[in-house]
């Protein structure tokens, strides 16, 4: 089956990463009428009545040029304008996870170059200023990196690690196999997803995921298989999915993050996805595809 999740990472571009010090290079290409430019006021971007606009670079406002890559012979930008631009246009200007229902179908193919421009603007919104001294951060290499004016010291986007796990126990394939789903504190009733958790300083991911579903459910696991990775820019996770087997099923709340757990079996998720008691992750987070990887076939509903 195709897994939901991987529609957001077909068709990746050229990143041109050996071009991004190449001021020449990088001039022609902004001044090709070809390229083109995603404009994101701070961390926000207002998408048009068609879906995202992407402009000429002649009509894009000042702020910070990001290049993106290249991708069908044309190149891609990012400018960061202020904040202020979206000021007085509230709502209409949205964050990256209200522009996720425009970043499904036929234009899922832009998902790689939104995903990476909002990851590079949420990055230079939270690094304004130097972690060593304390000093003012400016952009280079086209927007991907950041250099402090007095001590010089660099700074790289970065990414951070986070497992997202289904849990299962009993006989795996069988009827009487189930899963384990998890609910936050202020999620609406019936919705449900996958536990997930950062890693943290020297634990293996294997081992994060025992660590968070412990911590969770006290569900102990034991066997930790990989299943797949997804970008997650919100504001900068990568989500690593796992399959973990359950050693125990005793379901003991003592964290504040999950507020339900429930073990499902497959009869029961399909018939609490049908009447919608039970509503599952959207159909573009790997959460969806854990579940349905897990479950055998596409379910009704989401998020």
Sequence with gaps: MTYPHLALTQDPHDRLGLLRTDEDSLEQRWTDPSSRVLVIAGTRVRPGADGLEWV????????????????????WWGVIASAELARDEGEAWLPLRGLLPFLAGDSAAQAPLVFHALGLAEWHWAHRHCPRCG???SPRAAGHELVCADCGKPQFPRSDPAVIM???????GSEDERCLLGRHPQWPAGRFSTLAGFCEP???????????????TGVHVGAVTYFGNQPWPLP??????????ALSEEIRLDDD????????????MRAGAEDGSLVLPGGVSISRSLIEHWYGDVLPGSW
């Design 56 to 75: 000429p670079t002649a009509e894009a406002p000042d702020g910070v040029r990001v290049l993106l890559g290249e991708r069908g012979g044309v190149t």
């Design 135 to 137: 000093g003012r951060l």
């Design 166 to 172: 289904l849990v299962s126990s009993g006989e795996p």
């Design 202 to 216: 020297g634990e293996t991911l294997e081992d994060a995921v025992r660590r968070e579903v412990r911590e969770e």
């Design 236 to 245: 900068s996770s990568l989500m690593l999915g796992f399959h973990g087997r």
């Design 257 to 268: 993050d999950v507020e339900e757990a429930r073990w499902l079996t497959r009869a029961e």
